[in-house]
Each structure stands twice: as C-alpha cells, then as structure tokens.
T-cell receptor, first 114, second 120 residues
Framework: AQSVTQLDSQVPVFEEAPVELRCNYSSSVSVYLFWYVQYPNQGLQLLLKYLSGSTLVKGINGFEAEFNKSQTSFHLRKPSVHISDTAEYFCAVSENQAGTALIFGKGTTLSVSS | GAVVSQHPSWVICKSGTSVKIECRSLDFQATTMFWYRQFPKQSLMLMATSNEGSKATYEQGVEKDKFLINHASLTLSTLTVTSAHPEDSSFYIC????????????????FGAGSRLTVL
C-alpha cells in the first residue's frame, strides 16, 4: 500500500517570493506521483505528474517538482508566486499501473499575500 | 482535454432521504471511475472503485449498503447515498481515466468539480 505525507499543513508567503511544498511518500512498489491544486468549492486540477524519465517535472502555472527516489520525495516548487496561487495543494501517489486509484496527502494550504 | 462532469454540484436533502450523484465522462470512455469523499479542510478519501458492468470495490470502512455505486456504461457512474443522515454531509468527487490517453496518460485521472451534499 502507498501513503503520502505532506509535511506542511499551511504555508504563508508573500507575493513574488519562492515557495516549496514538501511531499514524501512510501510504497513497496514503483509509483506514479502527482500534484493537484484545488480552489475553494471546486474539483481538482492536475498541476504536474511524474510517470517515468526525467526526475524534474514541469507543470502548469510555473510550477515544477523533482522526484527523488532515494529520499522518497516529490517536492513542489515555484520561483515566484502570485496572489492567484492561493489554494489547497495535494500530493498524490499511485502504483505505476494504469487504472489504479490515487492516494492523497492531507493537503497544504498555500496563502499568498501582498 | 478530458472532461468529467458531476451533477448536481450542490444538493440539500432531509435526513432519511436518498440522493443520487452522477459522474459522466463527456468526451472519453472510462471502464473505471473512482469516488472520493472530502471533509472540510481535509484530504480526499477514496471510497470506492467503480467498474463498468461489475460490482464496485469499496474501501475498508465504507458501507456498501449506504453508498450504492452503479457503473452502467462507459461514460456514467452514479453514487446513491441511501437514507442520508447529517454525518453524510460532505463533498463527493469522482474521477476517471481516459482509456484512449495511451502511455502518455497512464493513470492520469480527470476529476469532476465535485458535489456538495448537505443533509438537514
């Protein structure tokens, strides 16, 4: 079974500052990794994913994440955040097989202020 | 891109009644859909895996008789909350994988916008 730990429940930052949202996972098998964003009262939008290949993954809205197998981490980063990035961010993991469910971390609330 | 539609987006019902939530893949086919439940300020908890043409697979602790799942076609799965009670109030989200997405879309799930259920 897989599990995901998001180390920070809340991350407050100022606009244009860099941010890193941390995610660690555990699994006995190879995995796929994902970051999703959720705005209030909405569903989830995929930011980026790691399936295989390059460990540095670039996603939408200027976000990127790096898969580190030795540290079982998949931290999300953005060099300069905007007010509009304020949202809930979820890290998720699944077995590296199509059709398997995603297991989510508890989420990190990113609050960007001016 | 792939779109998953959920209906209704908001529903309020009286305690003891049943509520049906629909999840449709609008422009792709999905043999498997997943139902999640999200409590306020919390993560998504997988409730069940819905398989087209067969019974759903429920996660441990989820009551099969309370949360009835039907996956009658490749584009529609329904979740019926039977005899709803206030503790069933939650945000229910479905997701599906595009069968036609191929290797590039391997296990990338598209999520619906969610359905907020309030039981009075």
């Amino acid at each position: 079974a897989q599990s995901v730990t998001q180390l920070d429940s809340q991350v407050p930052v100022f606009e244009e500052a860099p941010v890193e949202l941390r995610c660690n996972y555990s699994s006995s098998v190879s995995v796929y990794l994902f970051w999703y964003v959720q705005y209030p009262n909405q569903g989830l939008q995929l930011l980026l994913k790691y399936l295989s290949g390059s460990t540095l993954v670039k996603g939408i809205n200027g976000f990127e994440a790096e898969f580190n197998k030795s540290q079982t981490s998949f931290h999300l980063r953005k060099p300069s955040v905007h007010i509009s990035d304020t949202a809930e961010y979820f890290c998720a993991v699944s077995e590296n097989q199509a059709g398997t469910a995603l297991i989510f971390g508890k989420g990190t609330t990113l609050s960007v202020s001016s | 891109g792939a779109v998953v539609s959920q209906h209704p987006s908001w529903v309020i019902c009286k305690s003891g009644t049943s509520v049906k939530i629909e999840c449709r893949s609008l422009d792709f086919q999905a043999t498997t859909m997943f139902w999640y439940r999200q409590f306020p300020k919390q993560s998504l908890m997988l409730m069940a895996t819905s398989n087209e043409g067969s019974k759903a697979t429920y996660e441990q602790g989820v009551e099969k008789d309370k949360f009835l799942i039907n996956h009658a076609s490749l584009t529609l799965s329904t979740l019926t909350v039977t005899s709803a009670h206030p503790e069933d109030s939650s945000f229910y989200i479905c997701s599906a994988r595009d069968l036609g997405a191929g290797r590039a879309g391997a296990n990338v799930l598209t999520f619906g916008a969610g359905s907020r259920l309030t039981v009075l």
